[in-house]
């Protein structure tokens, strides 16, 4: 399955079974990328002590299962709803 629309940017692609959301991908990136920068802490520490690739999460390359959110939402100490709240109010 694909489905593009260039006039509102969205772009959805079925790889391997997982349905890709670049504009979704890149507002869970920002929201990510903010929660460990407020933290002052490094991508490297982050890998360290979850063994998760946030930099792939940041860049919006990688697609995070919500087993993967929710570590990273324990580790930061917020509410999974919060975080996709956080991501909801992203324009």
């Given at each position: 399955m694909s489905l593009i629309n260039i006039n509102n940017l969205i772009?959805?692609?079925?790889?391997?079974?997982?349905?890709?959301?670049k504009r979704l991908l890149q507002k869970i990136a920002l929201v990510?990328?903010?929660?460990?920068?407020?933290?002052?802490l490094t991508q490297e520490e982050v890998y360290n002590d979850l063994n998760?690739?946030?930099?792939?999460?940041?860049?919006?390359r990688a697609n995070p299962t919500?087993?993967?959110i929710s570590a990273l939402c324990k580790y930061f100490k917020?509410?999974?709803?919060?975080?996709?709240?956080?991501?909801?109010?992203?324009?």
């Open positions: 772009i959805l692609f079925t790889v391997m079974g997982q349905i890709r959301d990510v990328k903010k929660l460990r920068e407020d933290r002052n998760i690739h946030v930099g792939r999460i940041e860049t919006a919500i087993s993967t917020i509410k999974i709803s919060e975080f996709l709240q956080m991501v909801e109010n992203l324009k």
